[in-house]
């Protein structure tokens, strides 16, 4: 088994919603962490990572027993771990709040609702970084898993954010680093 250790950046092209008036149509991509501090949560990140691998890789998924690459990479409901982990990433320089007001409109009749102002507060002006930790046992090293991964994170565009209103655009980086 090979342990391979990366360090992410998320660079934030623009403003990233931190919570939301509005419940049901964004993701709650982050939350402030217990030192009051935003944060990327690492099951967040994990999420749309195996997303993406499951969309680059065409992994032929099953919702029960799937043995497919992403279910034995990033681990599944049949008792299968992760071989994968993530951390929470934090924000390694100065970052701005801000609240953010806006007109919701309905997805469904396309229609302005009445009352519907909201609001939500971002955070901008920020790269966002921590490690995640990849081990391979030959087998999956041998299909080339290490290279998916990668291309898996730096195919990330966008967190919880959504086109229309241009929130949540980022830009990722990785490099292989040291472990620990
Ligand atoms: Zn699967």
């Known amino acids: 088994m090979k342990k391979i250790t990366y360090r992410v950046e998320i660079y934030l092209k623009s403003p990233l919603i931190i919570s939301s008036g509005e419940t049901n149509s964004i993701i709650r991509s982050m939350i402030i962490g217990i030192d009051g501090k935003p944060i990327i949560p690492a099951t967040t990140l994990k999420g749309i990572v195996r997303s993406n691998y499951v969309y680059l890789h065409h992994c032929q998924h099953k919702i029960f027993n799937c043995n497919c690459e992403a279910c034995m990479l990033f681990g599944s409901q049949n008792n299968r771990s992760s071989l994968v982990f993530f951390e929470d990433l934090k924000p390694s320089k100065e970052y701005y709040f801000s609240i953010r007001t806006q007109t ?52 990330i565009e966008m967190i919880g954010g959504s086109k229309s209103r241009g929130l949540g655009h980022v830009e990722v980086f990785i490099e292989e680093v040291e472990g620990r």
Request: hydrophobic share 35%; aromatic share 12%.
């Open 104 to 155: 919701a409109i309905d997805r469904f009749r396309r229609a302005i609702r009445l009352n519907s102002l909201f609001s939500h507060k971002t955070v901008e002006n920020t790269t966002f970084c921590g490690k995640i930790n990849l081990y391979l046992p030959s087998d999956l090293e041998k299909q080339n898993v290490k290279e998916k991964f990668e291309q898996a994170v730096k195919f």
